[in-house]
Structure formats: structure tokens, C-alpha cells
């Protein structure tokens, strides 16, 4: 008899179709790492034959609720920060967080590529918060068909209007940083921002050239950068402003990343933060402090961001109505000792 595709199939069902017991299908289910390969191999494929998924709910043996953290990578102090919110969050909350790594399938050695969903899905997670990546409409497809809800945290294009996000008022923090500059009189200010394809690059920069306007200054393609957030693009975008016939007074840098690597591209020229060159930058991470002298920057409320995604998706897996599907925190200026006045006004 062909079973109803209408009908949840059981875990014994699924035994029975990899030749395994009920209690080995639970323990793949659950992520438990005490299955063979080939083993967990023979259950994914039942499990994909009879189209099982799991609903959310939490295994008789769990006692709570587990939720996936997706990051684009765990470098660096920003995913630090934002795991670390979402983890405070979800001790309150009484759930478990599991971390992991969105990989592409190209870089999969197995024969059958597994993508995040398939990783949520087989854990049996209650929920997703993303990091800095972009789903597709077939992964979130995946997660409305199973049931799981999602969260995204900095989206990296507008997300649809059925997608929850958590992000921060990039626009305004983008603006009082070059307000800050202008105030200390400068008027060559050079901007190196992301990939401007991203939702959170087009909006700092935004807000840059929106402040140059108020103060009745045309921005400067010349001084308009793009970087790739990282380190060594701040230190490469930093050295081909410094080759301009007029190079700029002060610098906007929007990542304290790709700030310090500024830092070491204008110590390579022989120049001074502030003395030469003010600096400032964006994020507000513990980097932004350890560097000499202490980077002025825009704080991005970073584990308040985790946390609030996570007691968002608590509120989805709830079943409860949200009055918006996006949540903004707000950036602050956080004002140290790498800003001065220009050289020729002093």
C-alpha cells in the first residue's frame, strides 16, 4: 500500500525503510554523533523518501526547544557578539542554541551536498535566526513548508514581506559620524563603505552623503570607496586615497575592521591618526578600543541585536502576531581620540 503523501509518516515507518531502529532515526533526528556515516546516509535518504520533516517540537527526551544560529562564518568579533546576545536571550527563554556555518554546496565533499536547511531540518530545530545571509526563495520555501520559522539579522538585500528581520539605523549612524567630522571642520571627507549591492552598504552610504548635503558639500566620487568589510580592503581602499592630488582630511570607514587596516595603511604613508588624519569607523567592536589611539566609531548594538532576534523568533514559534516584520535598533557615536581638527586649521 503506497502511503498518503497527506500523512506524517512515523519514525517507525522511517526505520523501516533504512533498516535501522526506531531509536537510531531519533538519534539522527536529535544531531547525535554516535552514527556511523553510512548509517546516517541510509536515514536521510528515508527520510527524504517519505518526505518527513520534523515540526518544530521538542524530542520526548530534550525537554526544550532547540533554535539554529546560521552565520556566514564565525571570524571575527561581530558573529562573537551577536551569538553571545541571542545565547542570553535564550537562557531566559528556556531554549537551546546549536551554531553553525551556511557553507555552499561546491565546497560539500560528501556525495549528497548539504545546504543549512537541510542541517535545521534535521535537527529538528524549532527556529532560525540568520546572520548576515541571504535565503533563497527555495530555502525559505523549505522552512514555511516544515514549519520553522525565520529570523534575519542584517538582511543583505529589502527581504520579503513575510521575512522578520533585525537590523540597525545604519542611515542615521552613517550621518552623525560625517555630521561629527564636519563639526571639527573638516570638508574632504573620503567615505570606504561595502559592496554596494548590500541593503546596509547603500544605506550608510546614504547617510554620509546626506550629511555633506546639510552642510552644502557635493560629494566627491573620487572620495566614495567601495570595500569588502575586511581588514586588508580597508588598508587597499586607504592607500589609493592617499594617491589623490587632494587626499582627504579625515576618513569614514564603515567597519572598525576595515578601519584598522586604515590605520596601518596611513602608518605606511608616515602619517598620524588624528594629527594627519581623522579616522572613524563602524561597529563599535572590542577592536575599536585596543587600537592606538582609540577608534571613534559608530556603535551597532550588537548583542542587543541577537537578543532581540531571538526573543522575536520565540514570539513566531509561539504562534504569536508581530506588529512589524522589521526591527531596528539604534546606533549610537561612540567618541574617542581619533578625530581632530584639520591639520591646516590647527
Not at 587600537?291 to 556603535?299: G, H, S
Amino acid at each position: 500500500m503506497t502511503e498518503s503523501r497527506t500523512s506524517r509518516p512515523t519514525l517507525a515507518h522511517i526505520a523501516e525503510t533504512a533498516g535501522v531502529s526506531v531509536s537510531t532515526v531519533s538519534k539522527v533526528l536529535n544531531g547525535r554523533d554516535d552514527v556511523s556515516r553510512d548509517t546516517r546516509a541510509k536515514v536521510d535518504s528515508a527520510l527524504r523518501h517519505h518526505h518527513y520533516v520534523r515540526r518544530g517540537t521538542p524530542a520526548p527526551d530534550a525537554g526544550v526547544r532547540t533554535v539554529d544560529l546560521v552565520l556566514s562564518g564565525l571570524d571575527g568579533s561581530w558573529p562573537a557578539s551577536v551569538a553571545s546576545g541571542m545565547e542570553a536571550a535564550a537562557y531566559q527563554a528556556g531554549v537551546h542554541v546549536a551554531i553553525s556555518v551556511a557553507r555552499s554546496s561546491a565546497s560539500a565533499t560528501n556525495h549528497r551536498a548539504q545546504d543549512w536547511v537541510d542541517r535545521v531540518l534535521e535537527r529538528g530545530s524549532a527556529g532560525v535566526v540568520l546572520g548576515l545571509i541571504e535565503p533563497t526563495r527555495d530555502q525559505l520555501g523549505r522552512l514555511t513548508q516544515a514549519r520553522v520559522p525565520c529570523v534575519v539579522i542584517d538582511p543583505l538585500s529589502d527581504p520579503a514581506p513575510d521575512v522578520l528581520s533585525v537590523g540597525t539605523t545604519n542611515w542615521a549612524g552613517a550621518y552623525e559620524a560625517t555630521t561629527h567630522l564636519l563639526q571639527r571642520g573638516h570638508r574632504r571627507i573620503a567615505l570606504v563603505t561595502g559592496p554596494p549591492q548590500h541593503l546596509y552598504s547603500r544605506a550608510r552610504t546614504a547617510g554620509y552623503r546626506s550629511a555633506l548635503a546639510a552642510a552644502g558639500i557635493e560629494t566627491e566620487p573620487t572620495l566614495v570607496r567601495d570595500g569588502t568589510y575586511d581588514r586588508a580592503s580597508g588598508a587597499e581602499q586607504v592607500r589609493a586615497l592617499l594617491q589623490l592630488p587632494s587626499p582627504p582630511t579625515a576618513l569614514f570607514i564603515c567597519s572598525d575592521h576595515m578601519a584598522i587596516g586604515g590605520y596601518e595603511a596611513l602608518a605606511g604613508a608616515g602619517l598620524r591618526v588624528p594629527e594627519d588624519v581623522s579616522v572613524v569607523g563602524f561597529d563599535d567592536l572590542p577592536e575599536a578600543r585596543w587600537v592606538a589611539p582609540a577608534l571613534t566609531t559608530v556603535r551597532q548594538p550588537l548583542k542587543e541585536m541577537g537578543g532581540s532576534a531571538l526573543r522575536t523568533l520565540v514570539r513566531l514559534m509561539n504562534g504569536e502576531e508581530l506588529e512589524s516584520p522589521r526591527v531596528e535598533l539604534a546606533t549610537t557615536l561612540v567618541v574617542r581620540d581619533s578625530v581632530a581638527a584639520p591639520r591646516t586649521e590647527r
